[in-house]
C-alpha cells in the first residue's frame, strides 16, 4: 500500500481526519470569484491596440470639449477676428506659424477668413460629438427596450411588424433632408430629423436577438410564475444581450457622425460650424492649388473620430462576450 504519509509530507491525522457533514458546507465549492465588468476590462484592456485607441480618442475628447473652453472660442466672433487683413487668408501651416508666430492654433493654417481652421476644428468636432451622442442615447434606448418588448410579445411583435414594414422602408436620408428643409436648421432640428424613425432599425434587430432567446426554460418559467413582459425583457433577457448592444453602438456613433458630416456636405446641415458645414464650407479649397489643407484637415480630423469610436466599440462589444473571459 503506497504510504501517503511520506509522499505529502502529513500526519495519518491530517490525511484522514473525519469532518462533520453539513449540507450547506458540502454545497460550496472553492473557485475564483467572477467579476462580469472586472473581466470585461481585463480582456479590452489586454489588447495593447486598444490602449493606443483609447489614448487618441481622450485626446480627441480632450479637445474637442476642453480645448474651447480654455481659449475661450466664441463662434460668432473668432471666425472673423482677421477678416480684415487678406495677407492671413487661405494660409498653409508653415506659412502661417511664418507670418503669425507659433502658436497651436495655426498648426493646421488659416480658412477663407485668416480665422485658425484647429480652433474651428475642434468646435465643430464638439458639435458633432454632441449631436452624434445624443442621438445614440435617445435611438438606444428607445430601440433596446421597444425591441425586447417586441421580440418576446407575440401581439406586439404582429403590430409592429405592420409599422416597421410601412416606416422603415423610408430612406433615412430622405427623411431627414425633408425635415430639416421644413424646420429651421438647427441642432435640435437634426436630432429631431436623426431620432423621429432612426431607433426602428435597432429595434428591429434586437427583436430578432431576442426571439432566439425568449423560448428559453428560465424564460417559460418566469412567465408559468407570473411575471409581467416587461420586467422579462429587462432582468431576463437584455442583461445577456451586452455585448450586442454595445456592438450596436459602435456602429450608430460614427454613423450620425457620419450622417451630419454627409448633410452639411450637400449644404443640408445645421448653421453651426461643425465638422462637416467646415467641410462644406472648404470644398472650393480642395481643388484650388495651396489651399486644399484646409479642406482635408477637417475631413481627417472626421475620419479620424468616426474610426476611433468604431474600432473602440466593436473591441469593448467582443470583450463584453463571457465567451472571450476564459
Not at 487618441?56 to 475628447?61: D, F, K, R
Request: net charge neutral; aromatic share 12%; proline share 4%.
Amino acid at each position: 500500500m503506497e504510504d501517503f504519509s511520506k509522499k505529502y509530507n502529513m500526519s495519518e491525522a491530517e490525511l484522514f481526519a473525519p469532518v462533520d457533514h453539513n449540507d450547506l458546507e458540502s454545497e460550496k465549492i472553492t473557485a475564483p470569484r467572477y467579476s462580469y465588468w472586472k473581466s470585461v476590462f481585463r480582456v479590452f484592456f489586454r489588447n495593447k491596440v486598444n490602449v493606443v485607441v483609447l489614448t487618441i480618442l481622450a485626446v480627441m475628447i480632450v479637445f474637442a470639449y476642453v480645448y474651447p473652453s480654455v481659449i475661450h472660442y466664441n463662434p460668432d466672433v473668432d471666425p472673423f477676428i482677421n477678416v480684415n487683413n487678406t495677407a492671413t487668408f487661405h494660409l498653409t501651416p508653415k506659412k502661417a506659424i511664418d507670418l503669425l508666430g507659433f502658436d497651436l492654433k495655426w498648426i493646421f493654417g488659416t480658412g477663407g477668413t485668416g480665422a485658425s481652421t484647429f480652433n474651428a476644428i475642434w468646435n465643430g468636432s464638439r458639435i458633432s460629438i454632441s449631436l452624434a451622442l445624443i442621438c445614440a442615447a435617445i435611438n438606444m434606448s428607445i430601440g433596446i427596450i421597444l425591441g425586447a418588448i417586441w421580440g418576446f410579445s407575440r401581439k406586439v411583435d404582429i403590430v409592429m411588424n405592420e409599422v416597421y414594414n410601412v416606416l422603415g422602408n423610408i430612406p433615412s436620408t430622405l427623411l431627414m433632408s425633408v425635415l430639416v428643409m421644413i424646420f429651421s436648421p438647427t441642432f435640435w432640428t437634426l436630432v429631431f430629423a436623426m431620432t423621429i424613425l432612426g431607433w426602428m432599425g435597432i429595434a428591429y434587430y434586437i427583436r430578432t436577438r431576442v426571439i432566439i432567446i425568449r423560448d428559453h426554460e428560465y424564460n417559460l418559467a418566469s412567465r408559468c410564475l407570473g411575471t409581467n413582459i416587461f420586467k422579462i425583457a429587462i432582468k431576463n433577457i437584455l442583461p445577456f444581450m451586452t455585448s450586442v448592444i454595445v456592438l450596436e453602438i459602435a456602429a450608430a456613433i460614427p454613423g450620425y457622425i457620419s450622417s451630419e458630416v454627409f448633410l452639411s456636405y450637400i449644404g443640408l446641415g445645421i448653421s453651426d460650424l461643425t465638422l462637416g458645414r467646415l467641410i462644406y464650407e472648404a470644398q472650393n479649397a480642395m481643388v484650388t492649388p495651396g489651399w486644399g489643407w484646409e479642406f482635408w484637415t477637417p475631413v481627417a480630423v472626421a475620419s479620424v473620430i468616426t474610426v476611433v469610436l468604431y474600432v473602440t466599440g466593436q473591441n469593448l462589444g467582443d470583450a463584453c462576450d463571457p465567451r472571450t473571459h476564459m
